[in-house]
């Protein structure tokens, strides 16, 4: 397997292999749907079907990527997901980069969807949080209501749509005016021992607003130039 690291943002990240597909198509290739409280009408939607382990009580964990996005576009709003399968959902910490010019270092990020749930804090490594198993395709968004795993943990925590996790450095607003044709890569880093797991895929599906604006220029600001 292909691996390379780089250090980004102050944390050294491993790339695992090369995507074994990435295209814009229809989310939920297999796994649950998408809760109605996170509609997708009228967004451009990415997926890459990626599979890597998720390496057991290891901080620097591995990236998912890259999820192209066409160019042309100025991002309004972000939903993204993950398809994975995980015992103790506060192991994990499950992050969203964007790479401006898909040059395999991300420049804008980290977004949380899942920041050790239910402990205090988003530590690299620690103990316990919540004890749910993860399977299927988890969604966030600024627009849901409740993040994974904070404030409810059964022994299955059901894949749908969710809020950014709360203690997610930022919000997906923080993409918010970039120009597409970048690329997204997702983070998974499990923090603690004894519980393992495997990514499948990632999504990323973007509200655009249409072609990126272009600076006016006056006639005397073009004349001046000959």
Request: charged share 20%; hydrophobic share 35%; aromatic share 10%.
């Amino acid at each position: 397997m292909n691996l390379k690291a780089i250090c980004s943002l102050t944390m050294c990240l491993t790339f695992v292999g090369t995507a074994l597909a990435t295209d814009k198509t229809d989310i939920g290739y297999g796994s649950e749907p998408v809760r109605e409280d996170c509609p997708l009408d009228g967004y451009d939607v990415y997926t890459i079907e990626q599979q890597a382990a998720i390496p057991d009580d290891d901080p620097d964990g591995v990236l998912i990527g890259p999820i192209e996005t066409a160019p042309g576009g100025t991002i309004g709003d972000v939903i993204w997901g993950v398809d994975l399968e995980h015992t103790y959902t506060g192991d994990l910490r499950v992050w969203l980069y964007y790479d401006i010019d898909c040059d395999a270092v991300p420049d804008i990020g980290p977004v949380a969807g899942l920041c050790r749930a239910g402990l205090d804090g988003c530590e690299a490594s620690d103990c316990c949080g919540c004890s749910g198993d993860l399977g299927g395709y988890y969604y966030f968004s600024d627009d849901a209501s409740d993040p994974l795993g904070e404030f409810d943990c059964p022994d299955a925590l059901a894949p749908g749509c969710y809020q950014t996790a709360i203690d997610s450095p930022d919000p997906l607003s923080l993409f918010d005016g970039e120009a597409t044709g970048g690329c997204f890569w997702v983070f998974v880093a499990d923090g603690a021992g004894l519980d393992t797991g495997t990514v499948f895929g990632a999504t990323v599906a973007l509200e655009t607003g249409g072609s990126t604006p272009v600076e006016g220029v006056t006639w005397g600001e073009i004349k001046s130039t000959y």
